[in-house]
């Protein structure tokens, strides 16, 4: 029988233990850094119970957030067969014994006990292009969340600091219009003319550039003999620095999506949807990666928690079917904003009639628009099946 090494893996520290075969643990458990040492010190392990036994041993592991990741990568590098088993899979599994016991060792005894067992399967491998999409995509997501916040706070700021300058500019926060505020908070109006016109470049007159200097300096005037709070004034000067670096960091990570996007065939086929643009493409393509690995549209939609969870027991069968909401919350996340933007004025066809068609039968927006995204990811599984273009 194989060897089988089950690590538990925690914050920093996984626990390891090994065992020659079922039920016979081969040495004491041991808890290692996760670092070049402790590798290293798995590295040994591992090879001492290769020689021991004549055969390759396995490791087996949960996936625990992104604290397994340095130990994937190293077990990778080195050429251990390993397998990363789902959290999910890994709690039903334990759901099954009388007694309730959890500890590292017990976890780690457990993992090498679903693998004898035969409910460990082997997992998916990420090729690199798609992981650094990943990463680039999700960073995205997590830098826009906090820029939207930001937005929101300055706006409350310059509504008490100064609210006359709110529509001086048809975007408050382009950058034009927050390099603009960022020199009136600081009481410099001077060659505010040549500041615009270095923003705006040549896609606007000089009669608009002189309109809107006219107009700041009228501003300035009354907003100087003004009283207003110095605290609130400091903030809102922060608060314009602070978008200003956040576009800056949103443009830089957009540029590298894009680039990345470019080596992904996969990600121009999900750009032919109508209302598919390139960051969702990109996020989309990130989360499912290829679609080889799905056997039907059905492990998709489920891989996407979008299907619906089923209830029945004897006579009685629930008819509220929420969906499961088990998947990647992020490519949920990503077909919910592209229903949005196809349905909005129609540019998914398709999409737009089977809207309707719901909504006409009563059916409420959010069932509605669920609905819509579990048939996109439908379209997203063929044409990529297919390697084909999305055809109106």
């Known amino acids: 029988m194989q060897p089988v090494v089950g690590i538990d893996v925690a914050k920093g520290c996984s626990v390891i233990q090994a065992f020659k075969k079922r039920n016979e643990p081969y040495g004491k458990m041991e808890t290692l850094q996760h670092g070049e040492e402790g590798f290293e010190r798995l590295g040994e392990v591992l090879s001492i119970l290769k020689e021991t036994s004549g055969v390759e ?66 997992h998916r491998e990420w090729e690199e292009s798609y992981s650094e999409l990943q990463h680039l995509t999700r960073q995205h997501e997590f830098v826009t969340a906090m820029y939207v916040q930001a937005k929101l706070n300055s706006r409350a700021l310059l509504e008490q600091v100064f609210p006359d300058f709110i529509g001086v500019f048809c975007n408050l ?13 600081e009481n410099n109006t001077e060659n505010v003319e040549g500041l615009i016109q270095e923003c705006v470049g040549r896609s606007h007159s000089k009669r608009w550039i002189a309109e809107k ?8 005037g009354g907003w100087n003999r003004q009283s207003r709070s110095r605290s609130q004034t400091v903030a809102l000067a922060s608060m314009v620095v602070l978008l200003l670096e956040f576009d ?50 059905k492990q998709l939609v489920a891989y996407a928690g979008l299907d619906p969870g089923i209830y029945s027991s004897g006579k009685f069968t629930s008819t509220s079917s929420r969906i499961t909401k088990r998947g990647s919350k992020r490519l949920r996340r990503a077909l919910y904003l592209a229903v949005q933007c196809g349905i909005r004025k129609a540019a998914n066809r398709r999409l737009k009639e089977y809207y309707d068609k719901k909504r006409k039968e009563g059916k409420p927006y959010k069932v509605v628009v669920i609905a819509c995204a579990n048939k996109l990811l439908h379209h997203v599984y063929a044409i990529l099946k297919k390697g084909e273009p999305y055809t109106h």
């Open 57 to 122: 041993p396995v490791v087996v592991f949960e996936a625990t957030g992104h604290y397994h990741r340095g130990l994937a990568g190293y077990l990778k590098r080195s050429g251990w067969i390993h397998y990363i088993i789902n959290p999910l899979q890994a709690k039903r599994s334990k759901g099954t014994q009388l007694r309730k016991v959890k500890t590292d060792a017990a976890d780690a005894w457990h993992l090498a006990e679903m693998y004898y067992r035969g409910d460990v399967k082997a």
């Open 248 to 297: 800056n960091q949103l443009s830089h990570l957009e540029k590298q999506m894009e680039a990345l996007a470019m080596e992904l065939p996969e990600v121009g086929l999900v750009k032919s949807i109508p209302g598919i643009g390139g960051k969702l493409d990109a996020a989309i393509v990130a989360e499912l990666w290829n679609a080889s690995q799905f056997q039907d549209a």
């Open 213 to 220: 200097t006219e107009r700041l300096r009228e501003l300035m």
């Open 173 to 185: 926060y382009a950058t034009t219009s927050l390099k603009v505020l960022q020199r009136c908070l």
